[in-house]
């Protein structure tokens, strides 16, 4: 199962650092430093992309295998399906 990395928890609440720790340099006058949040939503933004298709390429991949594996069992269904046709 997948962890949550540190770099993905919530920043610690501390507003005691000076703008210029901020990638945009600003803040607003409530503390709350939008540059900041519009940066880790983007990186968060990214992560998920990056995750889905991971994602999806494990869930094709998989699907593949278990088509392949059955593959021969559905090969022997349908012959043997053929000639009890035949016979009838």
Known sequence: MLSEAPETQA???NHDHPAEDHPTGDST???DHDGR?????T????R?????????KQI???AKASYEMAEP???QARTSGFKKQEHE
């Open 43 to 46: 990186h968060l933004e990214c």
């Open 60 to 62: 094709t991949s998989q």
């Open 29 to 31: 006058a409530n503390g």
């Open 48 to 56: 998920v992309r990056i995750l889905a298709r991971l994602l999806e």
């Open 73 to 75: 069992f559905q090969m």
């Open 37 to 41: 949040i519009d940066a880790r939503l």
């Open 11 to 13: 920043p610690a609440q």
